[in-house]
């Protein structure tokens, strides 16, 4: 209980320090802090489209987070998982505007398929790593501008809208 206690407290003083020198820089800057402070919060919470919102932005954040705590536990460190949100999400997205599937089934479909793509790509730097002991933060970092690049490829000519501009079919209204 008292190592619990201990990291908590860890915590609420790194977030108040970060707050205390927000509030500074807000006063060199000439504005009131709390002015400032509750302009951020109302932008983020004032309602519930902006709560939607902020979950919008957040949630595929706090899935890399998790994705980075999975890797750090079995001892490598992934910076590779941009790429694998790129990819992930691009295979949710094909799923979304290429299989005509049923409603509940659909989202699943795409999310299994996002998995089983960010998974794959991270294979590669893994393979690397077994096979020949390279270091997982260079490839995994180099594996980042080939997944962006190759999105935008599949984005731009593989996988674009029949007339249209760089952008994929629109997404079918049983996948969401």
């Known amino acids: 209980m008292r ?3 201990h990291a ?5 003083i790194a977030i108040g320090v970060a707050l ?5 820089i807000i006063l060199m800057v000439g504005e009131s802090p709390v002015r400032v402070f509750m302009t951020l ?4 919470f004032g309602d519930q489209e902006k709560i939607a919102g902020t979950l919008l932005q957040t949630t ?7 994705a980075a705590c999975i890797g750090l536990r ?16 691009f295979a949710a997205a094909w799923v979304g505007f290429a299989m005509p599937l049923p409603a509940g089934i ?25 096979r020949y002991n390279t270091n997982e933060v260079v490839s995994t970092i180099l594996s980042n501008y080939v997944a962006v690049l190759l999105t935008s490829y599949f984005t731009i000519f593989l996988f674009k809208r029949p007339g ?13």
């Open 60 to 66: 595929p954040i706090l899935i890399c987070g998790v």
């Open 41 to 44: 919060l109302r932008g983020a």
């Open 3 to 5: 190592d619990h206690l």
């Open 20 to 24: 205390l020198m927000g509030a500074i």
């Open 164 to 176: 249209g501009w760089s952008e994929t079919p629109p997404i079918l209204a049983t996948s969401y």
């Open 8 to 12: 908590v407290s860890g915590q609420v």
């Open 74 to 89: 079995g001892g490598m460190f992934n910076v590779g998982i941009e790429g694998q949100l790129f990819l992930g999400g």
């Open 106 to 130: 659909h989202t699943l479909a795409a999310l299994a398929l996002a998995v089983v793509a960010g998974a794959a790509w991270v294979a590669i730097p893994a393979y690397f790593r077994a």
